[in-house]
């Protein structure tokens, strides 16, 4: 079993920043691209920033800049500062990842609960 597990998300006011942590665990053998998606309340689902094992980044219009997301190899971990908050960036925020599970030749895409994330203006 492979599972993703979201934390750091909060009420934050405008302007101000948070971290929001993601780790893999399970029978894990390799992970490929990791990132963040969020939905706000009566939308889509959308890309926030994605990173690949080898560092490239890549980020949406309405976060560059203000988000930085970076990747531990070692603990199947991926993380998003959140700096310069503004209430649009209120939503529920989604780790994803691209896992080889053991015993698998396989990539599977991975989903992790979310963690909800609240700017107040």
């Known amino acids: 079993q492979v599972q993703l597990v979201e934390s750091g998300g909060g009420l934050v006011q405008a302007g101000g920043s948070l971290r929001l942590s993601c780790t893999a665990s399970g029978s894990i053998a390799s992970i490929s691209a990791m990132g963040w998606y969020r939905q706000a309340p009566g939308k889509q689902r959308e890309l926030v920033s994605t990173?690949?094992?080898?560092?490239?980044?890549n980020y949406a219009d309405s976060v560059k800049d203000r988000f930085t997301i970076s990747r531990d190899n070692a603990k199947n971990a991926v993380y998003l500062q959140m700096n310069s908050l503004k209430p649009e960036d209120t939503a529920v925020y989604y780790c994803n990842a691209e896992i080889r599970a053991t015993m698998s030749v396989i990539f599977g895409n991975y989903w992790g609960k979310g963690t909800l994330v609240t700017v107040s203006p």
């Open positions: 990173i690949t094992s080898g560092g490239s980044t």
